[in-house]
């Protein structure tokens, strides 16, 4: 979840600046060749390039916005026996995925977590935390490290940009469509663009960002179920299972870890809350229960 909550802050954040810029400036004319009609050809190309744009400017910042926001500490030189012991795993691992030797990096939390992250599958980032390798042996750990690498080698991140930058191409399409109708129907503006056009972009814009989210965490669901399948290939079934146990373990327990939860990026849901009965729709991973079934049943 962590690579994906930066992924997406980002591109929301660049969509946001991007379309009040070039709205200031007047860009949003484009739209209005005849001053009432919308050109929807227009419209679209202007859509998809600023929508693009956004999502390919998020993985390329993605391996900086986690080492900056995650405070990942680099292992350049290992330090101790475990550092070492982490270097020789991910580089075997690496090896039999098929890709590059990643940065590799350990981060201050408490929590049992990790993430893989960078726009090329030769020159990723993967990091752990001390939760982690506090809280798992060597081969629940090392699956692990084996599924972070099966998102790399797997190309996810790649694969979510493709589909960010589609959704983010429809969410300025149609927030614009509805602006336009808003402005010219329902205000009765002729000329140019009132600022109920701009208010209604807005508005539009954030409610089709959120409903488009659950499309983008609907395609990381499914990338998970393969990750997890590269981690039992690579590592081992009875250690990616082990791992999955182990979250499962300690996410029943009480604990002071507040609402964001571990490696794989899950969410503590309440009972009888809108997160219980909604909240799936927006998680970037399926239940544990959901994986551990999965990699029995294969």
């Known amino acids: 979840m962590l690579r994906i909550g930066l992924f997406l802050l980002t591109n929301f954040a660049i969509l946001l600046l991007a379309g009040a810029v070039l709205s ?4 949003d004319s484009i739209m209005a060749q005849n001053g009432v009609d919308l050109n929807l050809t227009a419209l679209l190309v202007w859509c998809a390039v600023i929508g693009f744009a956004g999502s390919i400017i998020s993985l390329l910042a993605s391996k900086w916005m986690a080492k900056k926001f995650m405070h990942v500490r680099m292992i350049d030189q290992p330090k101790n026996e475990t550092e070492q012991w982490l270097v020789s795993t991910v580089e075997s691992l690496s090896k039999d995925a098929g890709v590059g030797m990643p940065e590799l990096g350990i981060f201050p939390s408490p ?9 090329n599958k030769n020159k990723s980032l993967v990091a752990v ?3 982690l390798l506090q809280r798992m042996n060597r081969d629940e750990v090392r699956a692990v490290l084996a599924h972070e690498l099966g998102h790399v080698a797997n190309g996810d991140m790649v694969t979510l940009t493709l589909i960010q930058g589609v959704v983010n191409t429809f969410v300025l399409f149609f927030s614009r469509i509805i602006g336009h109708f808003v402005d010219r129907v329902i205000l009765k503006n002729e000329q140019g663009h009132g600022i109920g056009y701009f208010i209604s972009v807005m508005i539009a814009q954030i409610i089709l960002t959120i409903l488009a989210s659950m499309v983008v965490m609907w395609f ?3 990338r998970e179920f393969r990750a997890d399948e590269a981690g039992a290939q690579l590592a081992g079934s009875t250690a990616m299972i082990g791992a999955l146990e182990k979250l499962k373990a300690e996410y029943n327990m009480p604990s002071d ?5 571990t490696a794989f990026g899950l969410k503590n849901g309440r009972t009888g809350s809108f997160q219980e009965k909604f909240g799936h729709l927006f998680m970037s991973h399926p239940p544990l229960d959901a994986r551990i079934a999965a990699l029995k049943n294969q």
């Open 257 to 261: 870890m507040g609402e964001t939860f």
């Open 129 to 131: 935390s001390e939760g």
């Open 111 to 119: 929590q049992s977590n990790a993430f893989a992250t960078g726009w």
């Open 24 to 27: 200031f400036f007047g860009f």
């Open 220 to 222: 990381s669901r499914r």
